[in-house]
């Protein structure tokens, strides 16, 4: 039997379009006016229609009714409107078809750029750019709509959302072994973070991050980074993790294996290694000739 829900959907779904196929009979065509008042209803009962369905968990015919709204309000020029509708549809197609989730937040990302709201584009290119990650797992495409969101944040001058959204790009970057963007962007961060006083504190992250990339390429690369890195922000040359940076670099200069590992042993009892710091350490590891093995 069918979920009491599901059949008002349909119901609505049939009295929509009812409604909207009187509006271009012949008096819908001579009473413009006539003819927006019943768009309108329409448009009123595919929302209806798409609630509904979401109440029973019909997440395709929900997203199908909210598409329709938003389609009729494009035709009656309420743009806004119709981009949140769209938005709707994609939170419903995220529940099963992850790609058209994708295709209708792009439809509202159209809209908000076409009428300047540039960060509530942003903020719908971080969702598509996380449907690419969780559900798609195409990583290039996620970063694509992260840089995107970034580029739309600093238009806003959104710095600190910007930077979120770029640190994203920069640890992807570097898991695909594209230490320059991510080292490049990594930099980028910690200055604009050093300009504010909440933030500089941040730094050290970024610069240490940065120093595994430049020690992923060369160790001598990443030792004048690390000097230079303490020229931009004296407080790093004190931290735990620049300390790390300068032991890891003089076991790979000698390429002692044994003392880069017992160095990272020795952080990690303090302070816990995470999986991306992990990864490109056993790269690190593993360019002075041994099995990428930290334990």
Not at 27 to 49: H, N, P, V
Not at 64 to 75: D, M, P
Not at 264 to 275: A, G, H
Request: proline share 1%.
């Amino acid at each position: 039997m069918a979920d009491v829900n599901e059949q008002k959907g349909f119901e609505f779904v049939a009295q929509a379009q009812k409604r909207e196929k009187s509006s271009q009979g012949f008096f819908g065509s001579i009473f413009g006016g006539g003819a927006t008042s019943k768009l309108e209803d329409a448009c009123d009962l595919y929302q209806r229609a798409g609630n509904s369905f979401k109440m029973a968990k019909k997440w395709s015919e929900a997203a199908g009714a909210f598409c329709e709204a938003a389609r009729l309000k494009i035709h009656l020029q309420s743009r806004h409107e119709a981009a949140s509708f769209f938005v709707d549809a994609a939170t419903c197609f995220k529940k099963s078809e992850p790609e058209k989730a994708i295709e209708s937040l792009n439809k509202a990302v159209e809209i908000f750029t076409d009428m300047g709201r540039f960060s509530i584009a942003a903020k719908h290119h971080i969702s598509i750019a996380e449907i690419y990650e969780n559900e798609l797992t195409e990583v290039d495409k996620a970063m694509a709509n992260y840089e995107k969101a970034a580029d739309y944040y600093r238009g806003e001058d959104s710095t600190s959302s910007a930077n979120k959204c770029l640190l994203r790009v920069a640890m992807y970057a570097a898991q695909l072994e594209d230490y320059r963007k991510a080292i490049e962007i990594y930099e980028e961060v910690a200055a604009a973070s050093l300009e504010n006083t909440l933030l500089k504190y941040s730094c050290k992250e970024y610069f240490f991050k940065a120093s595994l990339c430049h020690m992923c390429q060369d160790f001598l690369d990443a030792k004048h980074a690390a000097e230079k890195y303490c020229g931009m922000y004296p407080a790093f040359q004190d931290s735990r993790e620049c300390k790390l940076i300068e032991k890891l670099i003089c076991a790979g200069e000698e390429e002692n294996v044994d003392e880069f590992t017992d160095h990272i042993k020795d952080y990690d009892k303090i302070s816990r290694l995470d999986q991306w710091t992990t990864t490109l350490l056993l790269r690190i590891k593993k360019r002075l000739g041994e099995e990428p093995e930290l334990n």
